[in-house]
């Protein structure tokens, strides 16, 4: 299964990139809003995979709040998918814990799902399914 993105948590899209895309040779795509996480995001091409910037539009957003315990850094693990329904279906009868019970509208209009961290060793991973 490939790695998607990396999903990094910033308090500030336009003070974060700079830092990225110098030293990697790239530019961010223009940001974008995704209403039902309260975040505004911008990718950056790190080779196979991408890096997603996410700066929270709210301050009761789960990233407002992982940011205000753990401060700017690594925010989750993306993995993509061919149906993130099926793969919903096969964590939970597994027994992981999901957040995601149903998958939802993401970045890019692609259809995602998270599993609670407490099931990846407490990383947050996050289901993508479709192309970039």
Same mark, same amino acid.
């Given at each position: ?6 999903? @990094?948590?910033? $308090?500030? !899209?336009?003070?974060? !990139? ?7 040779? =790239?530019? =961010? ?11 505004? @995001?911008?990718?950056?091409? *790190? ?7 996410? &700066? ?20 989750? !693990? ?7 329904? $099926?793969?919903?279906?096969? !964590? ?6 999901? @957040?995601?019970?149903? =998958? ?5 209009? $692609?259809? @995602? *799902? ?11 991973? &996050?289901?993508? &399914?479709?192309?970039?």
């Amino acid at each position: 299964m490939p790695v998607d993105h990396l999903g @990094i948590a910033v $308090r500030s !899209l336009a003070e974060a !990139l700079p830092r990225w895309e110098g030293p990697l040779g =790239a530019t =961010a795509s223009p940001p974008e809003v995704v209403d039902s996480q309260r975040v505004r @995001i911008a990718f950056l091409d *790190a080779g196979s995979t991408h890096l997603e910037f996410l &700066e929270p539009t709210a301050p009761d957003s789960p990233v407002a709040k992982f940011l205000e315990t753990r401060g700017e850094g690594l925010h989750h !693990l993306a993995f993509a998918v061919p149906n993130v329904d $099926r793969k919903l279906a096969e !964590l939970d009868s597994a027994g992981y814990r999901l @957040i995601d019970r149903v =998958a939802r509208t993401g970045a890019r209009g $692609r259809r @995602i *799902a998270f599993c609670h961290p407490s099931a990846f060793d407490g990383v947050l991973v &996050e289901f993508v &399914e479709g192309e970039p």
